[in-house]
T-cell receptor, first 114, second 113 residues
Framework: DSGVTQTPKHLITATGQRVTLRCSPR?????VYWYQQSLDQGLQFLIQYYNGEERAKGNILERFSAQQFPDLHSELNLSSLELGDSALYFCASSVGFSGANVLTFGAGSRLTVL | GNSVTQMEGPVTLSEEAFLTINCTYT??????LFWYVQYPGEGLQLLLK?????DKGSNKGFEATYRKETTSFHLEKGSVQVSDSAVYFCALSIRTGANNLFFGTGTRLTVIP
């Protein structure tokens, strides 16, 4: 157990729908990251939050949004889902926000869009 | 830009064989380098890291040396076990930048008894 908790583990939904993925960071970590792992794109950085503020943005689609709440948990919202959004979505956390900090990953949420 | 290129897989080895997975990088700043491992059905786990040139990261019999002159961070293990079967990812982050990791494409290793 890495200490980073992601729910749900698996999610199956239809095209056009909206889903929310949740992440609780490791105790003491202030920074949360979201990554997408798909067969064709590999591991892609989506977005980073630090203590409630957006810190960095990667290849995140406009249909996707995220936030980090005062209790430091984070949610990734995916809307108008397409078949190509089927992927494993990982959350990671770290103490700080700079590149010197090591990331701890959760077990992932597997999204299947039918 | 920042990117990581790692050896294409899959790699299949017999138990106790020597393992090398090549990784080279391009970085605009001063990178930290990492190897992550993903076992079947699980998330990524940090295997080892190195934060400056000539540093050697090591863990569970795996080693990698940060070579600035060749921009490489090759992963090695002298004697692999069946339990090492997993996907291995090389990654970098820029220490003074935002802490998003740039990952290679991953190399799947299968070790057969």
């Amino acid at each position: 157990d890495s200490g980073v908790t992601q729910t749900p583990k698996h999610l199956i939904t239809a095209t056009g729908q909206r889903v929310t993925l949740r992440c609780s960071p490791r105790s003491g970590d202030l920074s949360v990251y979201w990554y997408q792992q798909s067969l064709d794109q590999g591991l892609q950085f989506l977005i980073q939050y630090y203590n409630g503020e957006e810190r960095a943005k990667g290849n995140i689609l406009e249909r996707f949004s995220a936030q980090q709440f005062p209790d430091l948990h984070s949610e990734l919202n995916l809307s108008s889902l397409e078949l190509g959004d089927s992927a494993l979505y990982f959350c990671a956390s770290s103490v700080g926000f700079s590149g010197a900090n090591v990331l701890t990953f959760g077990a992932g949420s597997r999204l299947t869009v039918l | 830009g920042n990117s990581v290129t790692q050896m294409e897989g899959p790699v299949t080895l017999s138990e106790e064989a020597f393992l090398t997975i090549n990784c080279t990088y391009t970085a605009t700043g001063y990178p930290s380098l990492f190897w992550y491992v993903q076992y079947p059905g699980e998330g990524l786990q940090l295997l080892l890291k190195a934060t400056k040139a000539d540093d050697k990261g090591s863990n569970k019999g795996f080693e990698a040396t940060y070579r600035k002159e060749t921009t490489s961070f090759h992963l090695e293990k002298g004697s692999v076990q069946v339990s090492d079967s997993a996907v291995y990812f090389c990654a970098l982050s820029i220490r003074t930048g935002a802490n998003n990791l740039f990952f290679g494409t991953g190399t799947r290793l299968t070790v057969i008894p």
